[in-house]
């Protein structure tokens, strides 16, 4: 029997069956669309396998409260069909499974405490920096949420002073996510990150926005590690000038680890959710 993991995101859907070393035995990936379409093909999928649990980590926001009228929805998305949709439910009617449910980024700190980057330390924060901008912390093996899960991509910051662009969030124009996410660059210049020069300007922008939210982070958590995943991190200009912003902000008030063991890449790269996906079944089924 498998584990099976759902990383459901705003872009594509990753669906994925594992043994119980957290080992991928299959994976599929396929564009989110509307979510009757999107969960066909999932289930297309997922029915082939003998499943034990099933973790699903999901684009945000959710309601992630046990007992809640809403648990297992997706809530205020500005994704077209999603906002209000039960998630979780749909997934245990079809299966009749243990599962477990968090955001896509949680479970990516999941993974990354576990058996990653973050391995063997107490407290791991992950920020994905792609379509969007989200953030999840764990502490000691153990998913940090209160009445409901972070929204980290949504903080306010300091707008760099040769920076005029209005911001790209529906809801906060200018917090973290609508000046440092994806869709900024292409409002900013009309092209993707990938497509733009490395000693563009933007990537000052964007790594000043980032290491204005690390700094945040960490004054409040104080975590062992931060791991920054998600395409836009993939630009070979932006980390190196995160690390060299961040000890400016900081000051020397507080003492960090040495940054570049503070800061890192994800070390599962793309397979981060997944592996989440399979710990969160896994705890799932023990809760069970």
Same mark, same amino acid.
């Given at each position: 029997?498998?584990?099976?993991?759902?990383?459901?995101?705003?872009?594509?859907?990753?669906?994925?069956?594992?043994?119980?070393d957290?080992?991928?035995?299959?994976?599929?990936?396929?564009?989110?669309t509307a =979510?009757?379409?999107?969960?066909?093909?999932?289930?297309?999928?997922?029915?082939?396998?003998?499943?034990?649990?099933?973790?699903?980590?999901?684009?945000?926001?959710?309601?992630v409260?046990?007992?809640?009228?809403?648990?297992?929805?997706?809530?205020n998305?500005?994704? =077209?069909?999603?906002?209000?949709?039960?998630?979780?439910?749909?997934?245990?009617?079809?299966?009749?499974?243990?599962?477990?449910?968090?955001?896509?980024?949680?479970?990516?700190?999941?993974?990354?405490?576990?058996?990653?980057?973050?391995?063997?330390?107490?407290?791991?924060?992950?920020?994905?920096?792609?379509?969007?901008?989200?953030?999840?912390?764990?502490?000691?093996?153990?998913?940090?949420?209160?009445?409901?899960?972070?929204?980290?991509?949504?903080?306010?910051?300091?707008?760099?002073?040769?920076?005029?662009?209005?911001?790209?969030?529906?809801?906060?124009?200018?917090?973290?996510?609508?000046?440092?996410?994806?869709?900024?660059?292409?409002?900013r210049?009309?092209?993707k990150?990938?497509?733009?020069?490395?000693?563009?300007?933007?990537?000052?922008?964007?790594?000043?926005?980032l290491?204005?939210?690390?700094?945040?982070?960490?004054?409040?958590?104080?975590?062992?590690?931060?791991?920054?995943?998600?395409g836009?991190?993939?630009s070979?200009?932006?980390? =190196?000038?995160?690390?060299?912003?961040? =000890?400016?902000?900081?000051?020397?008030?507080?003492?960090?680890?040495?940054?570049?063991?503070?800061?890192?890449?994800?070390?599962l790269?793309?397979?981060?959710?997944?592996?989440?996906?399979?710990?969160?079944?896994?705890?799932?089924?023990?809760e069970?």
């Amino acid at each position: 029997m498998y584990f099976g993991a759902i990383e459901a995101g705003g872009t594509k859907f990753v669906c994925a069956v594992g043994n119980d070393d957290y080992e991928v035995v299959e994976r599929i990936s396929f564009p989110t669309t509307a =979510p009757e379409e999107t969960l066909r093909r999932a289930f297309a999928f997922f029915d082939r396998f003998d499943l034990k649990a099933i973790g699903i980590g999901s684009f945000g926001p959710i309601d992630v409260t046990p007992g809640s009228r809403t648990y297992g929805y997706i809530g205020n998305t500005p994704k =077209p069909f999603w906002g209000k949709f039960d998630l979780l439910g749909s997934v245990q009617r079809r299966y009749g499974l243990p599962a477990g449910w968090s955001t896509d980024v949680n479970i990516a700190a999941l993974s990354e405490a576990a058996v990653g980057a973050g391995k063997g330390l107490d407290s791991v924060l992950y920020l994905t920096v792609g379509t969007g901008i989200g953030g999840g912390a764990v502490i000691r093996g153990r998913i940090l949420e209160g009445f409901s899960h972070p929204e980290m991509g949504h903080i306010r910051i300091r707008r760099h002073p040769l920076d005029f662009f209005g911001g790209a969030c529906p809801y906060h124009r200018d917090c973290l996510e609508g000046m440092a996410a994806g869709p900024s660059i292409e409002a900013r210049l009309r092209q993707k990150g990938g497509e733009i020069d490395p000693d563009h300007e933007v990537w000052d922008y964007l790594a000043d926005y980032l290491a204005q939210a690390l700094y945040n982070y960490t004054m409040t958590l104080r975590p062992d590690i931060i791991v920054l995943g998600g395409g836009v991190m993939k630009s070979p200009a932006l980390l =190196p000038k995160v690390k060299a912003f961040l =000890p400016e902000l900081i000051a020397s008030y507080v003492e960090i680890p040495p940054v570049d063991k503070y800061l890192v890449h994800p070390q599962l790269a793309d397979n981060a959710g997944i592996v989440g996906g399979f710990i969160l079944a896994e705890q799932a089924l023990d809760e069970r």
